[in-house]
């Protein structure tokens, strides 16, 4: 299942702030993420882009954040905090709009507690932030179990992150470019140059001092050099977060060996996701449901802590006498009620199970037929 929600761009602010005007003068919009749901009213349109905003007296926005509304269509406004008025009186320009390609594209109809529910959360433990490059010990722990097992890869193998201010000049090219390095042979100066456009030229690197470079290598007895890149995927980028670095002084390596990195480098990648995710085993009830989405109820505070970290989260749906139906999703909503938080999700994926979202459609149409019967009935009985 791949119904992500598609977007397009506005083709100018003045055809957004019409948008807004006309469809959105009764309809409240909203701070993405903001586990209040905090309201945000427009109070005045103003020149260079900007607008005056009014939401809840406690609420301090990010200098960057972003407010969202659902008319005909979905609509998500990026704002830049410009100045606090007072306290929930801001002055924002808008930096970009979008709005959904199509309107949703099932019925989403409310749920019976009980009726259907949510388990096997699978959540990050942690946030990696790529920008500082700092890792938490389970994570180093399999780093180091990753070079303990592929040791014999080659006479030296390094495994480790790159660092926030990486003075290594290849290592530094490497995590800004996401490229290869392979030096087939060290004491050869063609052997550094880049065989094609996903490997690095050391040569450019070096200039002048690759002289020194290849004397630094044949004094350490290196007769050949591979480092490849792992690339870490978190909530909001993804990056090379790693490398691993294989020094031969008695093979020759080519580009096989790189092949073989890449491969390795997948499999640390699958590990390190693994050991940066908790399992919840707790059931939690389904508010409603649609072919798209759903929007889960969370009584755990657990689990609710867990959430409230992330923008994505694997979990499974479970509707009754049914086996599990596995679901990657996207948190588009969350706030809260009370004690309990409401999360609004969008499916973003499903398990590679045969058949599996065939089945979770062949359960749900028949809820969907009997769902606007009963609309419909009602209607009928207010008319009468």
Do not use: W
Request: hydrophobic content about 40%; overall charge positive; some cysteine.
């Amino acid at each position: 299942m791949n119904d992500k929600r598609q977007f397009e761009g506005f083709s100018n602010v003045a055809e957004l702030i019409d948008v807004l005007k006309q469809k959105f003068q009764n309809i409240k919009l909203y701070v993405c993420f903001s586990l209040e749901k905090t309201e945000v009213n427009i109070n005045e349109y103003l020149e260079n882009n900007s607008i005056l905003i009014v939401t809840d007296p406690s609420y301090t926005p990010d200098k960057m954040f972003s407010i969202y509304g659902l008319a005909d269509k979905y609509v998500e406004i990026d704002l830049e905090l410009i100045e606090k008025k007072g306290p929930g009186y801001f002055l924002c320009r808008i930096k970009a709009a979008r709005k959904a390609l199509h309107g949703r594209k099932g019925l989403r109809f409310k749920l019976e507690e009980g009726e259907v529910a949510a388990t096997n959360f699978k959540i990050a433990n942690y946030n990696i932030d790529l920008t500082d490059y700092k890792i938490p010990t389970t994570i180093k722990v399999v780093l180091d179990q990753f070079k303990s097992l592929n040791a014999k890869m080659a006479d030296i193998v390094n495994v480790d992150v790159f660092k926030s201010s990486e003075t290594d000049a290849l290592l530094n090219n490497i995590k800004k470019t996401g490229k290869n390095v392979l030096i087939s042979d060290t004491s050869d100066a063609e052997s550094y140059k880049a065989m094609n456009d996903n490997f690095i030229d050391v040569t450019e690197i070096y200039g002048k001092d690759l002289a020194r470079f290849m004397k630094f290598n044949a004094e350490k007895g290196y007769k050949s050099i591979a480092i490849t890149p792992f690339i870490y995927v978190s909530d909001k980028e993804a990056s090379p977060f790693g490398y691993i670095r294989i020094n031969s002084k008695t093979a020759t390596l080519d580009i096989d060996a790189i092949f073989d990195m890449k491969e390795k480098s997948m499999n640390l990648i699958g590990q390190i996701q693994e050991a940066n995710t908790k399992l919840f085993t707790v059931r939690q009830p389904i508010a409603d449901i649609s072919r798209d989405g759903v929007k889960l109820k969370i009584t755990d505070p657990d689990l609710m802590n867990g959430i409230s970290k992330v923008k994505r989260l694997v979990f499974d749906i479970l509707f009754k006498m049914q086996a599990p139906i596995t679901i990657n999703g996207e948190i588009k909503s969350a706030y809260k009620l009370g004690k309990d938080m409401f999360i609004g999700i969008d499916f973003t994926g499903n398990s590679s199970r045969k058949d599996e979202m065939k089945r979770f459609y062949e359960v749900l149409l028949p809820m969907e037929a009997a769902y606007k019967a009963n609309l419909i009935k009602n209607l009928k009985a207010g008319k009468n």
